[in-house]
């Protein structure tokens, strides 16, 4: 009988130690704001791009005209050209399907491609690109790959919910001889990989070659332990507030009361990458990853061919030349109002007689009033 009284005493501490592992994952999430359904667009949350504004907790799109009028010439996928970065997002925002193909002025044979090779079907593969400038395509080192630039590649090819955080490519015994390849920089929200930052760095040998796996709906196998993203994703329990887009519309980050790994928890409950924090421009809503930057040592930078123009660097200009301050002001939609300060609200039928009646009683005092004066100044 003692024996069983300790295998159950046994029992109920391991089942009680199991829940506490597993409920401290979930306790980073905050469930009630999980049924805000946040997202990037949520201005609640985070800020809206340069091209979109806030109106109603909601980022919409801007109309072109509205985008500041500094700046450089793009070129978008249609061949038409765009005074600014800003005004082609804004057009490309409201009518999605022409992207940004370009910084500069539209050129004959100018054309960005990305694709997938060596992949068993379409969504998956290694990622090969062939920059604007450049004559032939080529891979992308594994090293700059993460799971931003993979939500975009996935996105620029059409597959709406970004990579797959579970599946992995698997390489046949296919090798391939390259001994050169593109780094590519991208800050995740972006709608074409034609947009992130390329460059060509010293390397010596050869380097692993960057592969992903598309989300698809085929893919759509939830796990025990999962975390559903607005978009409908399935991502893993343990990717959810980590600072990692992982969902690709940034649900998995909104709705956090701590956060882990390598990431900076703003007061408004959003997680965002260490690296953003004391990095010149404000991410949190409330200000706080650039307060008390003083002395905060900035990452030093490789020696770099870049390839293509950085549109981040571009993106934080633009958001510079915006007005910095609308508290109280909603939007800049002027309605004009009329109003009625103080009286009393007028009755319906005779009581419209007796308020003539009174106007006219009150008019033929200050009459009276004025002629006594007029009699008294004779
Ligand atoms: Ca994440
Ligand atoms: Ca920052």
Redesign the pocket.
């Known amino acids: 009988m003692k024996l069983l009284h300790v295998f159950l005493l046994f029992l109920c501490f391991h089942l009680r130690f199991c829940k506490v592992t597993y409920t401290s994952q979930e306790d980073l999430v905050e469930k009630k704001c999980l049924a805000k359904k946040y997202t990037h667009l949520s201005c609640d949350k985070v800020f809206c791009q340069p091209w979109q504004r806030c109106i109603e907790g909601t980022c919409i799109c801007k109309l072109p005209y509205q985008c500041p009028k500094n700046g450089t010439a793009v070129c978008a996928t249609n061949r038409r050209s765009f005074p600014t970065y800003c005004q082609q997002k804004s057009l490309e925002c409201l009518r999605p399907g022409t992207k940004f193909l370009n910084n500069g002025t539209c050129t004959a044979e100018g054309k960005f491609s990305v694709s997938l090779k060596h992949g068993i079907t379409d969504s998956e593969g290694i990622v090969e690109v062939k920059l604007v400038d450049q004559d032939k395509t080529m891979f992308i080192c594994k090293s700059s790959w993460s799971?931003r630039e993979a939500n975009v590649a996935c996105l620029d090819l059409g597959f709406q919910q970004g990579a797959d955080t579970q599946r992995r490519f698997k390489l046949s015994d296919l090798s391939i001889n390259s001994t050169e390849c593109l780094h590519v920089h991208c800050r995740g929200l972006e709608t074409s990989l034609a947009e992130c930052t390329f460059t060509k760095r010293r390397t010596m040998g050869y380097q692993d070659l960057a592969d992903v796996v598309c989300y698809t709906q085929k893919a759509d196998s939830p796990m025990n332990d999962f975390f559903q993203c607005v978009n409908g994703k399935y991502?893993s329990q343990m990717?959810?507030?980590?600072?990692?887009?992982?969902?690709g519309d940034q649900s998995?980050?909104l709705c956090c009361k701590a956060c882990q790994g390598k990431s900076f928890h703003c007061k408004s409950g959003v997680?965002i990458p260490s690296q953003y924090q004391c990095n010149g421009e404000v991410d949190c809503i409330t200000g706080e990853d650039e307060v008390g930057c003083e002395g905060f040592a900035s990452v030093a930078q490789e020696e770099t061919e870049i390839l293509t123009a950085d549109m981040d660097a571009e993106r934080r200009r633009i958001k510079s030349l915006l007005p910095k301050l609308s508290c109280g002001v909603k939007n800049r939609m002027h309605i004009r109002r009329k109003r009625i300060v103080g009286g009393k609200r007028a009755q319906l039928g005779g009581k419209m007689k007796q308020i003539s009646l009174d106007i006219f009683k009150g008019l033929h005092k200050v009459y009276a009033i004025l002629e006594f004066c007029c009699i008294i100044l004779k």
């Open positions: 799971m991502i990717k959810a507030c980590d600072g990692i887009n992982d969902c998995d980050e997680c």
